[in-house]
């Protein structure tokens, strides 16, 4: 079935460390790939989305490409900030199946230090 | 911009008690979610929404039934809480058209049921 395996946390970085959370996922049809970010205390945000292979979603510095090949959409972030802090969550929508309900990976939790 | 509300930030209820989950959105969406969002457990989809009057089975609808009269409102319901009901609930709101469209959420509430 559809599923989301994303990189566990926590991870803990430095202030202008480079982030990779890896997000691979498994699913029928043609899905839209999504990052949502969960600031402590807060409901989750869309962060970025790509919609079809080779696509590139990129918002506030950070970046994933949808990778059909190896069925993965990485983020990354060049320089993370003490505000980056918060979970992160890797979802997709699937043409194939109900193609309004999200699937979602369990969040990775993020630190960042000054 | 779209915005999910919800009427409660923080609900402290007590066992047996019927409890009533709001959420409004005001962007015309067609589809309508409740989630609850547990420590390691991550996101789970309660019920949804595809329409006025319409509602389906999420993945964890025990305990839970939902009411949706008008199309910008769906509510939550707890028919008679229960202590392993105190969670964040999180409501979110998509189009469907164009397909494959991101969720938009609200800022959750963090329920306690004593």
């Known amino acids: 079935g559809d599923s989301v395996t994303q990189m566990e946390g926590p991870v803990t970085l430095s202030e202008e460390a480079f982030l990779t959370i890896n997000c691979t996922y498994t699913?029928?049809?043609?899905?839209?790939l999504f990052w949502y970010v969960q600031y402590p205390g807060e409901g989750l945000q869309l962060l970025l989305k790509a919609t079809k292979a080779d696509d590139k979603g990129s918002n506030k510095g950070f970046e994933a490409t949808y990778r059909k090949e190896t069925t993965s959409f990485h983020l990354e972030k060049g320089s993370v900030q003490v505000s980056d802090s918060a979970v992160y969550f890797c979802a997709f929508t699937n043409s194939g199946g109900s193609n309004y309900k999200l699937t979602f990976g369990k969040g990775t939790l993020l630190t960042v230090n000054p | 911009d779209v915005k999910v509300t919800q009427s409660s930030r923080y609900l402290v209820k007590r066992t047996g008690e019927k409890v009533f989950l709001e959420c409004v959105q005001d962007?015309?969406?067609?589809?309508m979610f409740w989630y609850r969002q547990d420590p390691g457990l991550g996101l789970r989809l309660i019920y949804f929404?595809?329409?006025?009057?319409?509602?389906e089975k999420g993945d964890i609808p025990e305990g839970y039934s939902v009411s949706r009269e008008k199309k910008e409102r769906f509510s939550l319901i707890l028919e008679s809480a229960s202590t392993n009901q105190t969670s964040m609930y999180l409501c979110a709101s998509s189009s469907t058209v164009p397909s494959n469209q991101p969720q938009h959420f609200g800022d959750g509430t963090r329920l306690s049921i004593l």
């Open positions: 929404s595809y329409d006025v009057k319409m509602k």
């Open positions: 699913a029928t049809g043609y899905p839209s």
């Open positions: 962007m015309d969406h067609e589809n």
